[in-house]
Structure formats: structure tokens, C-alpha cells
């Protein structure tokens, strides 16, 4: 069993990271989840899930959710005493699922104003996969920067764009391709779309 570290800030598309989140359990692996404040917000605006903001509360909400026990843990976004802030017990890989450009250029920057960020940064110097999921259109010149500045120092970029080709005929299908190119970068064996040229 791996362990992922997801993290969910306030850009649009928390669906990508829920559902990325339901493939990684089902697939028996150890989950960390951490929501900014303005991913709850975004989150709840833009499906059915609703988080309080006590960390207790809405670790059971997302235990529940998911029909997940041990297997998700979830960590105040201000808690740097959880187990992921430290080096020494890095996880496998970090997906940032929606990535906000402000995120983005806070890691880009080297700053750890909160849980994600400084789990971010632990990724980079520890030299596991840190994955980010940008969800922003258009880019200005200072996002294309602060995501060639992170290419540059390991992490690998994955904007959330869904192909056409595998002729998706439900939204779920546009949702699936994007989290199965992540579970791609990720190594993980998936059947969430049809891989070009297969019958």
C-alpha cells in the first residue's frame, strides 16, 4: 500500500480530486487529504459536499463520505504538527488536485504559509512526485512562470484538460479521463477511459 498525500485548494474542479480520491481508496491505498479554506468553500459551491470547518467533524464527513476508515486521514490545513509536514515521513507522492495559481506560485515561491504548501515543499526536497493539477484558463505570464519554475525543480504539471478522442458521452467520462492521467503519472493500473488506438 502507497500513501498519497491529495490536496484540494479553492481553484474550480474539486470533483477531480474527490474522484481521484475514490479511485485511491479503491485501489487499497493510504490516502492524507488536505482542503484550504477556500477549496471547502469552492467544494461546497460546486458539489454536494459540505465540510465543517472543525477538523474532527469533518474528518468523520469525509470517512463517511468515501465509506473510508483508516485508510483517509485528513489534516487541518493549519496543523503543522501532522506527520506529513516532516521530511522524515514524506509520502509517496503529493497530487494537488485542484492546484489555484496561488498555490501554485507560493511553492513556486518556497513559501509553507500552510499544511499543503509545506507538504509541497516537502516533496521537492525529498524528491518524491509532487503533481499538480491546474485548473485556470488563461494563463498570465507570472502563472507560466511559477509553473516552469516548478517543472524546473521536480514537479510535474497535468492541467486538468479532458481529451475527446475515447468520444465521452457523459460528464463523468471528461472527469475519469483527466484523474486517469493522473493515476497514469501516479503508476497506477486504472480503467477510467479507452488509451488511443485500443479497440
Known amino acids: 500500500m502507497n500513501h498519497f498525500v491529495v490536496g484540494i485548494t479553492g481553484a474550480s474542479g474539486s470533483i477531480y480530486g474527490l474522484r481521484l480520491i475514490e479511485e485511491l481508496l479503491q485501489g487499497g491505498q493510504q490516502v492524507s487529504l488536505l482542503i484550504s479554506d477556500a477549496g471547502r468553500q469552492v467544494m461546497a459551491h460546486e458539489t454536494t ?11 468523520q464527513q469525509l470517512r463517511d463520505h468515501f465509506s473510508a ?6 489534516y487541518a490545513i493549519d496543523d503543522f504538527f501532522a506527520p506529513v509536514a516532516s521530511g522524515s515521513n514524506a509520502p ?17 515561491a518556497g513559501l509553507s504559509d500552510n499544511l499543503l504548501e509545506r507538504v509541497a515543499d516537502v516533496a521537492l526536497k525529498e524528491q518524491k512526485k509532487l503533481l499538480l493539477v491546474p485548473r485556470e484558463t ?15 525543480a521536480g514537479a510535474q504539471i497535468l492541467p486538468a484538460m479532458p481529451a ?6 457523459t460528464l463523468e467520462d471528461l ?25
Open 69 to 74: 476508515d483508516n485508510q483517509l486521514r485528513h
Open 175 to 199: 472527469i475519469d479521463f483527466v484523474v486517469g492521467k493522473i493515476l497514469d503519472s501516479l503508476e497506477i493500473e486504472h480503467q477510467l477511459f479507452k488509451r488511443w488506438g485500443t479497440h
Open 164 to 169: 475527446f478522442y475515447q468520444q465521452p458521452e
Open 49 to 59: 459536499l459540505c465540510l465543517e470547518k472543525d477538523p474532527e467533524t469533518c474528518h
Open 92 to 108: 509517496d507522492a503529493v497530487v494537488i488536485c485542484p492546484c489555484s495559481m496561488g498555490t501554485a506560485g507560493r511553492i513556486a
Open 138 to 152: 488563461p494563463f498570465n505570464q507570472l502563472h507560466l512562470k511559477n509553473l516552469l519554475r516548478l517543472s524546473r
